[in-house]
């Protein structure tokens, strides 16, 4: 069955942190750029980053730039979310996808992730 699954989010304190996992099967990530997104209540998805599969190159939006670090495990087929000095807007549901190739010049997009999808995984941040 080819899907993306994610898994490790829960509850945790302002200034904690949490590694998300985006587990693929049915296909390989090392062909495919990878992007974690978040979309809290109300708000549109926001694209956070991004792992392209051509060189590693790994992408930041501002938000989130230098306190979440993305990372893969080729040999587990896998893909973190390394999420420190988290805030209360943090608060969201996080999605992983996947898509064929390199993180291109619109990867913050949700259009641009269109081959696969995880279900998602809720973090709350909260005291």
């Known amino acids: 069955q080819v899907q993306l699954v994610e898994s490790g989010g829960g509850l945790v304190q302002p200034g904690g942190s949490l590694r998300l996992s985006c587990a693929a099967s049915?296909?390989?990530?090392?062909?495919?750029?990878t992007a974690w997104f978040r979309q809290a209540p109300g708000k549109e998805r926001e694209g956070l980053s991004c792992?392209?599969?051509?060189?590693?190159?790994?992408y930041y939006a501002d938000s989130v730039k230098g306190r979440f670090t993305i990372s893969r495990d080729t040999a587990k087929n896998t893909v973190y979310l390394q999420m420190n000095s988290l805030k209360p807007e943090d608060t969201a549901v996080y999605y992983c996808?996947?898509?064929?190739?390199?993180?291109?010049?619109?990867?913050?997009?949700?259009?641009?992730?269109?081959?696969?999808w995880g279900q998602g995984t809720q973090v709350t941040v909260s005291s």
């Open positions: 792992f392209s599969s051509v060189d590693g190159s790994t």
């Open positions: 049915g296909f390989s990530l090392r062909y495919y750029a």
């Open positions: 996808a996947a898509t064929w190739g390199a993180c291109g010049s619109s990867w913050y997009r949700p259009f641009f992730w269109n081959d696969y």
